[in-house]
T-cell receptor, first 112, second 118 residues
Framework: ELKVEQNPLFLSMQEGKNYTIYCNYS?????LYWYRQDPGKSLESLFV?????AVKQEGRLMASLDTKARLSTLHITAAVHDLSATYFC????????????FGKGTKLTVNP | EPEVTQTPSHQVTQMGQEVILRCVPI?????FYWYRQILGQKVEFLVS????????KSEIFDDQFSVERPDGSNFTLKIRSTKLEDSAMYFC????????????????FGEGSRLTVL
């Protein structure tokens, strides 16, 4: 059974600092997604990572995927307050399944 | 920009009552999903639907739950007899292609329907 672990679950950081959120998963998959969720809101798609070594960047966020290590990272560069949200990684089950298995989420708070 | 729309945004119901949550997926999408999120917890898969039938369902999706696409645009989730533990945010999602396809199969989520069972 596919399990997805994110860490840290809570992250409080100062504006301007860098940090990385980690997403590990337990079984083979080559599709991983990162979502952002603001309180009480829906899931906003940030990145779709489809292959080993994939790296995508959007603004201050950069995501990468290492399928051999079963690890994805979401790197935050020079954080700003607007990035405060909960970030979820989700991994697609293989073997014919279509479902996404989500991590527990990382609640990021960026302090001025 | 096309989006997935859900109604109602919030529903309060008594335990044992039937609830129907409605979703209008993006118009050219073929795969439809329901996920739920209990307050403060992670998002959990409930069911996927393709070609007018369920393609996969989770253990959560027991006999109390059903889905249908009654008219070619709406996609509904029915909970026949609600329990307290059904209180959650329910997200509908759709994708143009299923996850198995070579393309991204990216899911687009609706704003969610918050269900409160008293």
């Amino acid at each position: 059974e596919l399990k997805v672990e994110q860490n840290p679950l809570f992250l409080s950081m100062q504006e301007g600092k860098n940090y990385t959120i980690y997403c590990n998963y337990s079984t083979t998959s080559d599709r991983l997604y990162w979502y952002r969720q603001d309180p009480g809101k829906s899931l906003e798609s940030l990145f779709v990572l489809l292959s080993n070594g994939a790296v995508k960047q959007e603004g201050r966020l950069m995501a990468s995927l290492d399928t051999k290590a079963r690890l994805s990272t979401l790197h935050i560069t020079a954080a700003v307050h607007d990035l405060s949200a909960t970030y979820f990684c989700a991994v697609e089950s293989q073997g014919g399944s279509e479902k996404l298995v989500f991590g527990k989420g990382t609640k990021l708070t960026v302090n001025p | 920009e096309p989006e997935v729309t859900q109604t109602p945004s919030h529903q309060v119901t008594q335990m044992g009552q039937e609830v129907i949550l409605r979703c209008v997926p993006i118009s050219n999408h073929l795969y439809f999903y329901w996920y739920r999120q209990i307050l403060g917890q992670k998002v959990e898969f409930l069911v996927s639907f393709y070609n007018n039938e369920i393609s996969e369902k989770s253990e959560i999706f027991d006999d109390q739950f059903s889905v249908e696409r009654p008219d070619g645009s709406n996609f509904t989730l029915k909970i026949r007899s609600t329990k307290l533990e059904d209180s959650a945010m329910y997200f509908c999602a759709s994708s143009e292609l299923g996850g198995r396809a070579a393309n991204t199969g990216e899911l687009f989520f609706g704003e969610g329907s918050r269900l409160t069972v008293l």
